[in-house]
């Protein structure tokens, strides 16, 4: 009859201890190469960013939003462009670079930069409920030219 206490009762303790085992809530984080950068109006801005650890995002679902996710830039989804769902200042100005894709690691480059592209972008990586991003920022700036007399 103690054998057969024991046994349950280790068999208890294992049970609690398995519930108490907390798994973390997020299976990747989302860096950036650099939190800031300054591009010319007229000129490109390119947004890198990464998961890790390093691992395949080709079916997740991998975006960049301007300014408090209010305006969509880019959206990858499924293994190829979503269309038509960025916001008209975007349309055809951006570039998805994919090629280390298979290993985590996104470049978004934005064409003919104006000033309203400036502030802060949103990088985020989506798989299935788990969903993390990285916080760029970008100023602009104009050169002007001198008239000299």
């Known amino acids: 009859m103690e054998l057969a206490f024991s046994y349950v009762s280790g ?9 108490m085992v907390v798994l973390p809530s997020e299976q990747f984080t989302v860096s950036s190469s ?7 109006v007229g000129g490109h801005a390119e947004f890198s960013c990464q998961l890790s650890p390093p691992q395949s995002a080709e079916r997740m679902e991998v975006g960049w939003f301007h300014e408090h996710h209010s305006q969509l830039v880019y959206l990858y ?15 055809n100005r951006t570039v998805l670079l994919k090629d280390s894709l298979g290993e985590g690691k996104v470049t978004l480059r934005i064409h003919n930069i104006s000033v309203l592209d ?30 000299v007399h």
Do not use: P, W
């Open 11 to 19: 068999y208890s303790v294992a049970i609690l201890l398995l519930q």
């Open 77 to 91: 989804k499924d293994g190829e462009e979503v269309s038509g769902k960025s916001t008209y200042n975007y349309m």
């Open 118 to 147: 400036g502030g802060q972008y949103h990088c985020f990586f989506k798989d299935g409920d788990t969903s993390e991003e990285a916080i760029m920022d970008l100023r602009v700036a104009e050169l002007t030219q001198t008239h």
């Open 34 to 40: 650099g939190s800031r950068q300054v591009a010319l």
